[in-house]
């Protein structure tokens, strides 16, 4: 990290002469307030106007769909997503059936983000086969991608949603709510979100579920989406709900610009993050994952914002493969 630090100082020296690129404001369209993407985007936007002078407002929306949206009609500049729906996006598959966001241009992978489905400790319910005919969080009319990240959970563990009893949502926050309330039985949510640890504390305990990590399992994970992958997550402190090391459904979050963005700024945010690195993984320890030296992937079926391109080659950033 620390070539690339140096060769950063130069292009960030840089940065700060395109005065008119940097000094603009510009927003990070985000889920809701208790969102892991909302919290991660909260903490970009003060790492970045600290280190970068750059203003960054926070822009939630209800869904993936509607932020994905504003980026591509340009009413947002950036946002954080799950690498697949960016992919099913710019194709105009699935959700964007008819509705292709061509506009949309990876800048960089933030962090891997492991999501699973959670219960109340008190149930009894420790893996995601015991889920069979329990009302589970459904529908998901604002955040559709979650169709998709609770079919590739259940299918892990040898289920479908036919399996269990579909308890209709708008989004993850609502599907939180009733599992606090007792109208589910189990809620989705990424690891190490503060709406978790809010449930937490209401139902005084909650648990992530293990699921099946056998090469079966993750063939029909990956036949869910491509680039959803397994890893290993272990306890800490921020990780409420992991009781013990277990294998969990997991994607990579990237950062996300559109077309109408000029390449200085793109430029400028990433040169500003690399100077934070440090600061952003204390705000938000999920966030410690994030480094520029990785942060260049070969994603397939996603293009590259050209202000990312410029500014990791300059940078001697290699693209690696996914």
Same mark, same amino acid.
């Given at each position: 990290? $620390?070539?690339?630090?140096?060769? /950063?100082?130069?292009?960030?020296?840089?940065?700060?002469?395109?005065?008119?690129?940097?000094?603009?404001?510009?927003?990070?369209?985000?889920?809701? $307030?208790?969102?892991?993407?909302?919290?991660?985007? =909260?903490? /970009?936007?003060?790492?970045?106007?600290?280190?970068?002078?750059?203003?960054?407002?926070?822009?939630?929306?209800?869904? =993936?769909?509607? %932020?994905?949206?504003?980026?591509? $009609?340009?009413?947002?500049?950036?946002?954080?997503?799950?690498? =697949?729906? +960016? /992919?099913?996006? +710019?194709?105009?598959?699935?959700? #964007?059936?008819?509705?292709? $966001?061509?506009?949309?241009?990876?800048?960089?992978?933030?962090?891997?983000? @492991?999501?699973?489905?959670?219960?109340?400790?008190?149930?009894?319910?420790?893996?995601?086969?015991?889920?069979?005919?329990?009302?589970?969080?459904?529908?998901?009319?604002?955040?559709?991608?979650?169709?998709?990240?609770?079919?590739?959970?259940?299918?892990?563990?040898?289920?479908? #949603?036919?399996?269990?009893?579909?308890?209709?949502?708008?989004?993850?926050?609502?599907?939180?709510?009733?599992? +606090?309330?007792?109208?589910?039985?189990?809620?989705?949510?990424?690891?190490?979100?503060?709406?978790?640890?809010?449930?937490?504390?209401?139902?005084?305990?909650?648990?992530?579920?293990?699921?099946?990590?056998?090469?079966?399992?993750?063939?029909?994970?990956?036949?869910?989406?491509? !680039?959803?992958?397994?890893?290993?997550?272990?306890?800490?402190?921020?990780?409420?709900?992991?009781? !013990?090391?277990?294998? %969990? +459904?997991?994607?990579?979050?990237?950062?996300?610009?559109?077309?109408?963005?000029?390449?200085?700024?793109? #430029?400028?945010?990433?040169?500003?993050?690399?100077?934070?690195?440090?600061?952003?993984?204390?705000?938000? @320890?999920?966030?410690?994952?994030?480094?520029?030296?990785?942060?260049?992937?070969? #994603?397939?079926?996603?293009?590259?914002? @050209?202000?990312?391109?410029?500014?990791?080659?300059?940078?001697?950033?290699?693209?690696?493969?996914?």
């Amino acid at each position: 990290m $620390q070539l690339v630090r140096t060769l /950063i100082c130069g292009a960030f020296a840089l940065t700060l002469s395109m005065g008119a690129a940097v000094a603009q404001t510009v927003s990070i369209a985000t889920l809701p $307030q208790g969102s892991v993407w909302n919290t991660m985007g =909260n903490v /970009i936007a003060g790492a970045v106007r600290e280190h970068g002078d750059i203003r960054m407002v926070v822009q939630p929306y209800g869904g =993936n769909l509607a %932020m994905m949206q504003a980026v591509h $009609q340009g009413l947002a500049e950036f946002s954080i997503n799950d690498i =697949n729906d +960016v /992919i099913v996006a +710019v194709a105009g598959e699935a959700d #964007y059936r008819d509705n292709a $966001q061509s506009e949309l241009r990876v800048v960089a992978k933030l962090n891997a983000l @492991p999501v699973g489905l959670y219960v109340r400790e008190d149930l009894g319910i420790d893996r995601i086969a015991d889920l069979k005919g329990k009302r589970v969080s459904s529908g998901w009319n604002a955040f559709p991608i979650a169709n998709a990240h609770v079919s590739a959970i259940l299918t892990a563990g040898g289920l479908t #949603y036919d399996d269990v009893v579909g308890v209709p949502v708008p989004g993850l926050i609502r599907g939180s709510d009733d599992l +606090v309330s007792g109208r589910t039985d189990a809620a989705f949510f990424a690891v190490g979100g503060p709406k978790v640890a809010e449930v937490d504390a209401a139902v005084d305990g909650v648990r992530f579920l293990e699921i099946d990590s056998d090469p079966a399992a993750l063939e029909r994970i990956q036949a869910v989406r491509p !680039a959803f992958y397994l890893s290993e997550v272990t306890p800490a402190p921020y990780r409420v709900g992991i009781e !013990a090391p277990m294998m %969990m +459904v997991t994607w990579d979050n990237v950062l996300v610009a559109g077309a109408h963005v000029p390449d200085e700024t793109v #430029y400028a945010l990433l040169a500003a993050m690399a100077e934070a690195e440090d600061a952003l993984g204390e705000a938000y @320890p999920p966030l410690r994952a994030f480094s520029v030296e990785a942060a260049y992937v070969d #994603y397939p079926g996603a293009t590259y914002h @050209p202000g990312a391109v410029r500014f990791f080659e300059e940078n001697a950033v290699a693209k690696r493969a996914f």
